[in-house]
């Protein structure tokens, strides 16, 4: 979420008419502040210096003038001038608000959190309705992920200025990175409502509404972004995947191919049309598009994953497998592409390699129902029954549901003839949705349980 920060050269301006001279300076020294002062609102900075320079060389402790000959370098970009004058100007004059507030604004530029958070500080002790001075500590507050010292900020910057969108744009943005998404809705609602053509709070609204489920609201409030904005990249990108969602295939293509129109270097839009191709079933697109996405990006985790994917799909094993490595090579916590490295290698028969993988995702995090499930099968596949069986069981501890689970038990019991045990799985795996009665008929793990009774009354329903 990016914080607008609403700072011109109209605030620098301003400011230069707030000073009041000291009565009791040099006559000559204070006739050339007053003319410098005056060149400077005229925009007129080459004689403001000149006066302003004169003014310092008559009385070097005049604070007016270093404080407003600051303003002039600031405005012109010499920073490190300006912050000079501004620290000489409170060392002479330590009440200067604006001179604190002003500073401050240069050390923020240079990444001096600390030092700019420590003059917006003053100028609020000084002035406690000094409204930028609040905001601009909130936006620090909020760079440095101090959140809960950002907000009361933002918030008393609406009280100081009820009118102000941006305050309300900032506090949403908060509400948005602490999970508050109604509290977000709202600010950004009223950002809205300050200023209709307000681009970014229509689109980020909009996520929150995707986010939530209300798809509807989501879409609507993306086609004003575009209606504002038609070069705005991600809002078709978030509307194609909601048009995706509900089934609008020609609709999300439309979107996704429009934001590769509008910013061809996006690689989030060349994998987001993969994805479609790839659940489509057009693979030899769906590559095409991950391998641009990869050549934009050489780092993209989640492109040669959907590429291992699709090669994977088609039977190319083993491109399929230098895709997957190359994404544990770039997160070697990748849980599902070790998974699915798993899966390849167990379908060439590299069990070993296979158990390893999902040795490891497992390892990582050991809440995978898959992982277990998978390895369980492998085991299977190579004799182990009772691994396999562990495995299976685990799988139904994390995820009760599980019917696959349920059902390949059973056939391994049946499989070592312990015909209790396989006709009592086998009703469990039912009861938990397994429906696959042609399925069940031909597989030929049950064989050793067909003329039982128990395996009677389950295919004809009698038990369930």
């Given at each position: 979420m990016k914080i607008i920060i609403s700072m011109s050269i109209t605030i620098l301006l301003v400011v230069?008419?707030?000073?009041v001279p000291n009565p009791c300076l040099a006559m000559n020294a204070y006739k050339y502040y007053e003319q410098g002062r005056e060149n400077a609102k005229a925009e007129l900075y080459d004689k403001a210096m000149s006066d302003l320079n004169k003014?310092?060389?008559?009385?070097?402790?005049l604070s007016d003038a270093y404080f407003i000959r600051g303003v002039v370098y600031d405005i012109n970009g010499l920073y490190d001038k300006a912050l000079v004058d501004y620290s000489k100007a409170l060392a002479l004059a330590p009440d200067s608000t604006n001179a604190y507030y002003l500073r401050g604004n240069i050390y923020d530029m240079n990444g001096l959190h600390d030092k700019a958070r420590a003059d917006y500080s003053k100028a609020i002790d000084?002035?406690?309705?000094?409204?930028?001075?609040?905001?601009?500590?909130?936006?620090?507050?909020?760079?440095?992920?101090?959140?809960?010292?950002?907000?009361?900020?933002?918030?008393?910057?609406?009280?100081?200025?009820?009118?102000?969108?941006?305050?309300?744009?900032?506090?949403?943005?908060?509400?948005d990175l602490k999970g508050l998404y109604d509290e977000a809705i709202a600010d950004f609602s009223k950002t809205i409502e300050l200023d209709p053509n307000f681009t970014e709070a229509y689109f980020v609204r909009g996520s929150l509404y995707k986010i939530?489920?209300?798809?509807?609201?989501?879409?609507?409030?993306?086609?004003?972004?575009?209606?504002?904005?038609?070069?705005?990249?991600?809002?078709?990108?978030?509307?194609?995947?909601?048009?995706?969602?509900?089934?609008?295939?020609?609709?999300?293509?439309?979107?996704?191919?429009?934001?590769?129109?509008?910013?061809p270097g996006d690689s989030t839009a060349y994998l987001l049309r993969g994805e479609?191709?790839?659940?489509?079933?057009?693979?030899?697109?769906?590559?095409?598009?991950?391998?641009?996405?990869?050549?934009?990006?050489?780092?993209?985790?989640?492109?040669?994953?959907?590429?291992?994917?699709?090669?994977?799909?088609?039977?190319?094993?083993?491109?399929?497998?230098?895709?997957?490595?190359?994404?544990?090579e770039l997160n070697p916590q990748y849980t599902a592409a070790y998974i699915n490295r798993g899966t390849v290698y167990s379908d060439k028969g590299l069990f070993k390699k296979a158990i390893a993988d999902l040795s490891k995702a497992i390892e990582i995090n050991p809440y995978l129902t898959n992982a277990y499930y998978n390895r369980g099968n492998i085991y299977a596949r190579q004799g182990l029954p009772e691994v396999a069986i562990a495995d299976y069981s685990k799988a139904i501890e994390l995820d009760p549901e599980f019917n696959y689970a349920y059902y390949n038990i059973s056939k391994i019991y049946s499989m070592l003839n312990?015909?209790?045990?396989?006709?009592?799985?086998?009703?469990?795996?039912?009861?938990k949705g397994y429906k696959d009665w042609e399925f069940i008929k031909k597989d030929t793990g049950f064989d050793n349980i067909r003329s039982l009774s128990c395996y009677k009354k389950i295919m004809l329903g009698g038990i369930i």
């Open positions: 230069l008419g707030m000073s003014a310092i060389a008559l009385d070097p402790k000084q002035n406690p309705e000094h409204t930028d001075a609040y905001y601009r500590r909130a936006y620090i507050y909020a760079k440095e992920e101090l959140y809960d010292k950002a907000l009361p900020d933002f918030s008393k910057v609406i009280e100081l200025d009820p009118k102000l969108a941006d305050a309300y744009f900032a506090r949403g943005g908060l509400y939530k489920g209300l798809r509807d609201i989501a879409i609507a409030d993306y086609n004003k972004v575009i209606e504002l904005n038609p070069q705005h990249t991600e809002a078709y990108l978030d509307r194609g995947s909601i048009y995706y969602f509900n089934g609008l295939q020609d609709k999300a293509l439309a979107d996704f191919n429009k934001a590769i129109e509008v910013k479609l191709y790839l659940h489509s079933g057009l693979y030899d697109k769906a590559i095409a598009d991950f391998s641009k996405a990869i050549k934009l990006n050489p780092k993209y985790i989640v492109a040669y994953y959907n590429r291992a994917y699709t090669y994977h799909e088609q039977g190319l094993h083993d491109i399929a497998i230098a895709d997957y490595s190359k994404a544990i312990k015909t209790d045990n396989a006709c009592k799985w086998l009703v469990k795996s039912i009861a």
